[in-house]
């Protein structure tokens, strides 16, 4: 791993006490500091996908603090591990939301540090899609020295193992995107365990772990008499 | 298959006039007429599971049609074969709704007797669910001529062929229901097409037919190396 220059950055969130945003350049690195630098190249090009990858690594998904439900309202991930009576002086109640809905939003909580990993492992594969755009030697050397090397077009759905294209990144169907974070063990959130996969791989696989579900499915297969 | 007796009932739907309301008692039976005679016991003993049957039988999933967006409403399967003009007399807009909510919607369209049918189906099946009560004689016999011989605790789920219990239909986890009707072709609503799963397996099944659900997963477990 590398080593992050870690200046605290200016932070107006109302959580901004939680955790403080820090700047992940290298150590020592020269002009401006910043918390997302291996998306440098991407948000300007890309933006959505770029956003996406900030978007997935650091918010929860959906859960409408005022209606009480299920919702499309997105929280930081780093802001769920606080226990409910921290939560309750952020004005968030979570004794009001349904006991599935409450489940939902601890099991994504994360550190913040983790949620930037996975966001610098999220960019790396993102890189290594097909038809993915070429990082500059800068992104590219960053993203090596903290993850591994990289190829071009090595990156597979981490579910089905077919290759997912970079292409897929502005398809949807049913006003759905094709291409979603996924998590090898869904419990756990750094970038050790977060990967891509397709949407409806995603959901298959659900909330058990990839080895959970390769059981599962092969079970499957035997009763039905297919293996 | 079984003659039904076929009388008109009386129907106070506003979609009265696009499918009437049958008896679907045997032909030259005595006493009242009845639409759903199979489910007579189960309404008695069990009307969560009798109303479910009926339900998730006649009506498509849910699309709420006043807030032009995906929701909890359900409408008659049978209404949903209307073209856009037709559903239009009844108040209802299918341009306003997303195209992912009118294909979803379409695609569950079936008519009236494929919908009593897969009653008849579901009932059949739920009856041969271990823990399921016992038929009294006269709807087994019905149930029988209906579709085939019937023996206890032979239902299983139709996507991983594990048992399914009658108590499950009593059992939720996240708020959602443990069994859920499914199809063998997620397009065809009719009793030879219509079964019983665990809610994950449907899930996981998605828009694939069954043979697409096997031979995908076989796939996956092929690229995943784990055959």
Redesign the interface.
Known sequence: MIEFCGKPLPNRSKYADIAQKKCHRLQGHRGKCSEFPFLKDLSKTHKRVADKIRRDATMTTGAAWKSHDAGPNRILRWVMLLSDEELARYDLFISEL???VV??LREKAAPYEDCIDAAIKLTWLVYQMPDAPIPTNEVREYLEAAIGPMYMATTTCE????PISFDMFEEA????ALIETCHKNPRIHNADNVSLAHR??N??Q?SKTLDEF?A??????E??G??
Do not use: F
């Open positions: 349904r006991p599935d489940a939902k579910v089905c193992r077919l169907k049913r006003g759905k409806e791989c959901i298959a659900g390769y599962w499915i092969e079970g499957i297969l009763r039905a297919k293996l």
